[in-house]
């Protein structure tokens, strides 16, 4: 690296940082609405009514189908002809939520499809009621198999919510793309976001295997 790399990283380091905080909101609130409206999907595609299961496997189709950008695209730009209008950063964590939120609903559906049949023909047995075995057997242990992708999805939610970037979105990349452009110092830039970057993503990774540790133990 060039000798003066340092130095342009100290200067460079509080602009940056700022576009981090945006990121770790971005990422949270989607990682949240994600989880929600997976988790919603999953349901839907348990139910025992045929429509309720063709809505979601139809819901989870098209949202796959789409790239996330297009979707960011389609609720900053087109919601608003429609009179719905956003701040980039709620369009942001709204495309990325939705976006992810399939992926979340497949975690779901393999943690609920992990549980062994057994154990819910005892709890019925029980007398238990639809709702207490979802609340105190199934969800429990769908969690505990969902664990893994869930933390994986979590961290690729975390690298791709540079795609809001595109969107105006002042996160790491966005102010990481203005700051070399005004600067000239790509590499000193860029260098960073992606230091920046795998500090964001190594301590949610070590998170999440710590959460499956506790589970698993429990």
């Keep these: 690296m060039p000798e003066d790399f340092w130095g342009r990283a100290l200067e460079f380091l509080p602009i940056l940082m700022r576009g981090v905080l945006v990121t770790i909101q971005v990422?949270?609130?989607?990682?949240?609405?994600?989880?929600?409206?997976?988790?919603?999907w999953a349901l839907m595609g348990r139910s025992r009514v045929g429509i309720v299961r063709t809505t979601s496997r139809v819901v989870i189709n098209v949202i796959r189908g789409i790239p996330i950008i297009v979707q960011l695209f389609y609720v900053?730009?087109?919601?608003?002809?429609?009179?719905?209008?956003?701040?980039?950063m709620a369009a942001g964590i709204i495309g990325l939520g939705v976006a992810y939120s399939v992926?979340?609903?497949?975690?779901f559906r393999a943690g609920f499809e992990s549980v062994d049949p057994a154990l819910i023909e005892a709890a019925q047995s029980l007398g238990l009621s639809e709702r207490k075995?979802?609340?105190?057997?199934m969800l429990p242990l769908a969690l505990r198999t969902a664990m893994p992708p869930f933390g994986n999805t979590s961290v690729m939610l975390l690298k791709d919510s540079s795609i809001a970037s595109t969107i105006t979105v002042a996160e790491l990349t966005r102010a990481g793309q203005l700051l070399a452009v005004s600067t000239f110092q790509n590499m000193t830039v860029y260098t960073l976001i992606a230091l920046l970057y795998l500090a964001m993503s190594l301590p949610l990774t070590l998170a999440v295997r710590h959460l499956e540790r506790r589970m698993a133990r429990r």
């Design 27 to 40: 990422t949270a609130g989607a990682l949240v609405l994600s989880i929600v409206l997976g988790l919603l």
């Design 76 to 88: 900053y730009f087109v919601l608003p002809e429609m009179g719905l209008s956003l701040s980039a």
């Design 103 to 107: 992926y979340q609903a497949e975690n």
């Design 133 to 137: 075995i979802m609340q105190r057997l």
